[in-house]
């Protein structure tokens, strides 16, 4: 072994064709192009390594220091007191409410609440998605009136830069009464996050320049719900970090932190209070961690220098202005109907990616827990979330008075059929059903589901002593042709052959 002298001696290549070289023979590749481009669908292909940049600029930040953040969406008036109280004690000064569940009786018991706090001048408060004004004459509130947020394009499936051009088109028409502060969404793409913000806030000082007006506009990150799941919810624990450690990194001012139940209180009428709490506080602690202990937001702009992120910087601020361009001589009417006819298709996608397993939510379309029950109804919400289809699916099932099993029906060497066998349990216990192997081929019933999992090979000859008709469904695991068996493999639409088996649960005995 090297004496330490020598290794720290060493020149470290970190040049491209070195880190080429070494890709190509670790994964035993050809090229590596097909490992440089990623796919979105609001940027098309983009390249996740850049080794240039078209600009390279540092962005201010109008301050270093990130406030604790806490968001109420279910408000009850018996609590909220308490909660605010609590929550102000451990260190929280912005606290975001959901406009459709304050109403002027809540709203002046929460001003007096604040009011009643020693340093009441440190507490901001956001009011999301409401028209009407909540002022105060002793604390700082940002509403419709001095707040630009537009939370639609992003709820109803809307991309970056969708929303990016809408909130520029608002701006542009706001030159009479500039707003002081400007919302927007942030979800779980990490790099992503942080270059929409920075191109918002480039787009920001461009127009201000436009109109020859000098005002600090600070800009407010929010949590996009678009992808946050109802099973796996601690999953949503992770969402939000990602999320808040983005926008601190980014150079937001303001940023939206909350708690893991926040789906549950938009889209159900269940009770949920078990999980109340601890929600609350793991969003508060998420905020205190992240930006008070480890000061990501202390650096001004941090991301400054980075090719990957100057790059996507400058991609999402060239289809913004392009899109707000294209709406801006619209009337309101056309501006709805092009949106529109965007979200359509971009929703679209979205649903085939995770129908297809292209993109992976965790807990949902893949890797699921199948001993989870949440037994409830679910309601309209805000937002479109892509994982709904299958929390449906999922709920559909439980709402049955009798589970049905599958059971894998394995013939071969189980070490060599391993990962095919992962492949059917994961896929069947995505609607919480449960899985049992067996190499018998008497241990199965006409109640029962089947699955034959054997070598592609050997499937001939296995289902020559199978009648497929004899069971309540029949399936085979790889992409096989047989008559009475429904196949299953990867790249298929895992939704449309999941729907079609609660389907025939639902209408059976």
């Not at 639609?152 to 088109?169: D, M, R, S």
């Not at 926008?247 to 139940?261: D, N």
């Not at 004899?470 to 299953?488: E, N, R």
Request: hydrophobic share 35%; net charge negative; with cysteine.
């Amino acid at each position: 072994m090297k004496d330490l002298k020598e290794l720290g001696a060493i020149e470290h290549q970190s040049n491209f064709s070195s880190w080429e070289t070494a890709l190509k023979a670790e994964l035993k590749l050809e090229t590596v192009d097909s490992k440089l481009l990623k796919y979105s669908n609001e940027l098309g292909q983009f390249p996740i390594l850049s080794l240039e940049t078209k600009t390279s600029f540092a962005l201010p930040s109008f301050t270093s220091w990130k406030k604790a953040s806490q968001t109420y969406i279910k408000i009850k008036k018996d609590q909220i007191q308490k909660q605010l109280q609590d929550d102000f004690e451990g260190g929280v000064r912005v606290f975001f409410f959901y406009g459709p569940n304050l109403d002027q009786e809540t709203w002046n018991l929460v001003q007096k609440t604040f009011e009643s706090f020693n340093k009441d001048e440190e507490i901001e408060i956001f009011i999301l998605d409401s028209k009407l004004k909540y002022s105060s004459s002793k604390l700082k509130v940002f509403d419709s009136q001095n707040f630009l947020m537009d939370s639609e394009v992003i709820q109803k499936g809307g991309h970056n830069i969708h929303e990016l051009g809408v909130l520029l088109c608002q701006l542009i028409e706001s030159e009479s009464s500039i707003p002081d502060t400007i919302g927007v969404h942030v979800d779980s793409n990490f790099f992503r996050n942080i270059a929409k913000v920075r191109a918002l806030r480039t787009l920001v000082l461009k127009v201000l320049e436009e109109f020859k007006v000098s005002k600090n506009i600070s800009i407010v990150a929010l949590n996009s719900y678009c992808d946050w799941t109802l099973y796996e919810r601690y999953s949503n624990i992770l969402r939000n970090t990602m999320q808040v450690s983005s926008s601190l990194i980014s150079g937001a001012e303001y940023v939206q932190s909350s708690g893991y139940q926040t789906v549950f209180y938009h889209e159900t009428n269940g009770p949920g209070d078990e999980h109340d709490d601890n929600s609350y506080r793991i969003a508060r602690n998420s905020a205190h961690v992240l930006a008070l202990e480890s000061m990501l937001g202390i650096t001004e702009d941090a991301s400054h220098g980075s090719f990957h992120l100057e790059s996507l910087t400058q991609a999402y601020i060239e289809g913004a202005w392009n899109f707000m361009q294209k709406m801006l001589p619209l009337s309101i009417p056309e501006r709805e109907q092009l949106i529109s006819k965007e979200l359509v298709k971009v929703q679209s996608e979205r649903l085939n990616f995770i129908k297809k397993r292209k993109k992976v939510i965790s807990g949902i379309n893949d890797f699921p827990d199948a001993k989870e029950r949440l037994n409830l109804t679910l309601k309209n919400g805000p937002w479109k979330r892509v994982p709904r289809i299958f929390e449906e699916l999922r709920l559909k099932v439980e709402s049955l008075s009798h589970l049905r099993a599958v059971k894998i029906l394995v013939s071969g060497d189980h070490s060599a059929l391993n990962a095919r066998l992962s492949f059917i349990r994961n896929y069947f216990e995505l609607l919480g059903l449960v899985v049992i192997e067996t190499q018998d081929f008497k241990d199965f019933t006409p109640q029962d589901v089947i699955v034959l999992c054997a070598k592609d090979e050997d499937y001939l000859k296995l289902v020559q002593n199978i009648n497929p008709s004899s069971a309540f469904k029949s399936y085979i695991a790889g992409k096989v042709d047989y008559p009475g068996f429904s196949a299953l493999y990867s790249g298929q639409d895992v939704y449309e052959e999941l729907d079609k088996l609660v389907q025939k649960l639902l209408e059976s005995p």
